[in-house]
């Protein structure tokens, strides 16, 4: 459907490092995931279910996240609008830290969550502000797994992504709909993509829960990558994966 229904896009991995406390909670997890499943023949398993959900919320809320998107609004230039900023709906904190960046870099900008989309009049003035430039900037979580469309989203930074191929591959789709209100020619996706601090040194060998961090987050990235417009140019996703390769 891309270039037909949808917009080309190109993609740009912003990675971000857990601390190492982070990673230690990562691993602590995992070996809690590995015990459970060892145990339990029923899939169906609470204990199980609620330790993927806290081992998964490490990675979305990473705490270098929020610095990684000041550090990626710093490179923008002047026009600003019809961007899209995809929190987690796993932690409150991380919207409001990206809302005061948002205004402390004095930029347009409104959250658009369940609270806003509660009112059907309240969204279409917020989206219509969007599409006319008076609002530069959504924060948003959740929405574009809940039917909300912003076609007029030409750039998004996505802080949290679920591990669900159905839903990333959905989530992509929303923003890459196609609006002729402002004449859309393609998108940008920024994934904010978490690694373990090991890899910041180059002579480090890697985990084996290392190893399953970047495993979990190269499903998406490879898919996303395969389908972009730049994803053989010099700076594209293409190159950045050969080099995560060759540290599995």
Known sequence: AIGKCLTPYDYHIVPVHL????????????????????????????????????????????????PALRNELSKLESDVKHTLVYCTDKDPEQLEQANSLLRESNLRF???????????????????????????????????????NIPETMRAYVLASNTVERQWTQRRGRILRKSKAINKQYAEIFDFVVLPPSLLDENSELTKDDKQLIKSELKRVNEFARLSRNKSDQHGPTKFLNRLNTRL
Do not use: H
């Not at 997890?29 to 081992?55: F, G």
């Not at 509660?118 to 502000?129: A, C, N, P, Y």
């Open 19 to 66: 601390d190492y406390e982070e990673m230690l909670e990562f691993s602590e997890l995992t070996a809690k995931i590995n015990s459970l499943m060892w145990q339990s023949d029923n899939e169906d398993s609470p204990q199980l279910d609620q330790a993927l959900r806290e081992r998964r919320k490490v990675i979305e809320i990473a705490s270098l996240k929020i």
């Open 110 to 148: 409104r959250q658009i969550t369940k609270d806003e989309t509660s009112s059907v009049k309240l969204t279409r003035q917020i989206l219509e502000s969007f599409r006319e430039g008076s609002i530069e900037v959504l924060t948003a979580k959740r929405v574009l797994d809940e039917g909300v």
